[in-house]
T-cell receptor
């Protein structure tokens, strides 16, 4: 069985600061993918970044980077130079290869303070 | 490039009724997955459709059924609605044919059961 744990229900960060959102996962499958999604109050889940279990380097997409520590089973999202528009719910998710479903964590509500 | 679209945006039903939700995948995608997101929780996988067949199913009762059409669009049907079915229903599309891992989500349909 696969499981995602996000231990930070909410975070408040000053605008322009960097923020790290924590995510740990549990799976016995050696092949898997890790995802981060952003969900504004409108409800749409917006894909941010992907990391494959065999990727040697940490994934980066613009201001987003994924701090992948395989031995610790953690996949933290780092947002650099936070902006007011970053205020939203953030979900970590994983998918074992060969299994179609995404398993999500409970999310972290990020609020950027001007 | 058209993204994932869902209709309707909001829906109010009463207990015992039936509901149909619709989803059009992102251009070029052939696979549609459905998720239920209760208030304050992460999305839960309902099922996935590929080549007009249910490919995988999550832990949901038979009251939840679906369909995929030749143009890859999909419907989610829920019979005998319960109060607990009130949630945001998210559709996600991906390209199984291209082996692409990432699921892209639509804006969701918010279902309220009274």
């Amino acid at each position: 069985a696969q499981k995602i744990t996000q231990t930070q229900p909410g975070m408040f960060v000053q605008e322009k600061e960097a923020v790290t959102l924590d995510c740990t996962y549990d799976t016995s499958d050696p092949s898997y993918g890790l995802f981060w999604y952003k969900q504004p109050s409108s409800g749409e889940m917006i894909f941010l970044i992907y990391q494959g279990s065999y990727d040697q380097q940490n994934a980066t997409e613009g201001r987003y980077s994924l701090n992948f520590q395989k031995a610790r089973k953690s996949a933290n999202l780092v947002i650099s130079a936070s902006q007011l528009g970053d205020s939203a719910m953030y979900f970590c998710a994983m998918r074992n290869f060969g299994n179609e479903k995404l398993t999500f964590g409970t999310g972290t509500r990020l609020t950027i303070i001007p | 490039d058209a993204g994932v679209t869902q209709s309707p945006t909001h829906l109010i039903k009463t207990r015992g009724q039936q509901v149909t939700l619709r989803c059009s995948p992102k251009s070029g995608h052939d696979t549609v997955s459905w998720y239920q997101q209760a208030l304050g929780q992460g999305p839960q996988f309902i099922f996935q459709y590929y080549e007009e067949e249910e490919r995988q199913r999550g832990n949901f009762p038979d009251r939840f059924s679906g369909h995929q059409f030749p143009n890859y669009s999909s419907e989610l049907n829920v019979n005998a609605l319960l109060l607990g079915d009130s949630a945001l229903y998210l559709c996600a599309s991906s390209s199984l044919r291209e082996g692409a891992d990432t699921q892209y989500f639509g804006p969701g349909t918010r279902l309220t059961v009274l």
